[in-house]
C-alpha cells in the first residue's frame, strides 16, 4: 500500500476550482481569503489524505508553490516604455527610408543631383539601423523577463510552465503560435478572457517580422538602385506594421499586470 503525499506547506495558493481568486492552506484545509484574514479562524479540519488529494487533482507537483511575489509590476512599465521607444525608432527608419526612396527616384529620372541625398542616406543607414536593433533586442528580452514573472503568479493555471513562457518565443516553428497561446492562458489565469483583438496583434507581429526578413535580404543583393528601392519599400511596410503592433502590445502587458495585481494574494489591494 503507498504512502500519499505530504500535503504542502501552509500558504497562498491559486484556488483549487480553478477560479481566479487566491485561497489560503493551512496545513489541513482551504480558507478563503476573508476566512484567512480573520483571527482566530479555526474551521474544521480534513485529513492529510483529502488535502493530498487536492494537490494531485488540480496542480502538477512541480508547480505547487505559494504565491510569495507580487506581480512585476516595475518590468510591465519598462517593457511598455521600451516599446513606445520601438515606434519611435520605426518612425525614423520610415523617415530614412521615404528619404532614400525619394533620391533613388529622382535619381533613376535622371537628376544627378540626388546623388548628394543618396549619400546622406548612406551616412545615416548604420546609425538607425543599429538604433532599431538596439531597441528591439532591449524590448524583446525586458517582454520575456516580464511574461516569464507574469505566468509565476499564476501556477498551475497555463498549460506550460513559466520557462515555456520565455522560451517558446526562441524555438523555430513553436515561436509561431505557442507565445499567443501562452499570453491567451495569462488572460485566463486571471478571470477573463482573452481579448478579440489579440489575433490582429499577432497577426501584425508576424507580418512585420516576415516584411523585415525580405527587406533585409532584398538589400544584400540589390545590384541596381531599383532592387534597392524595392527593399526601402518592403522596409517600411513592415516599420508600418511594427506602429499598428505596438499599442496592441502595450494593452497587454498593462491589461496582464493590473489583473495580476487584482487577484495576487501578496500584491496592495486597491481603495475603493
Known sequence: MSTPPAPPPPGWYPSPDGSSTSMWWDGAQWVP????????????????????????????????????????VKLAIATQVLLLVTAVSALANIAHESFGIAGATDFLGGDDSAMSRLRTYDLFALPITVFGLICMIATGVLWVVWQYHAAKQVPGRTRRSPGWHAGAWFVPVVSLWFPYQNITDLWRATGRSRPSWQILWWVLWLASNVTAQVSSRLYAVAQDLELLRVSMWIDIVGEILTLAAVPFAVLIVRGITRDLQRISPVAPRPVH
Open 33 to 72: 481569503q476573508q476566512q484567512a484574514a480573520l483571527p482566530g479562524s479555526t474551521p474544521a479540519q480534513p485529513s492529510p489524505t483529502a488535502a493530498a488529494g487536492y494537490r494531485s487533482a488540480h496542480y502538477p507537483v512541480n508547480q505547487w508553490q505559494p504565491v510569495t511575489t507580487p506581480p512585476p
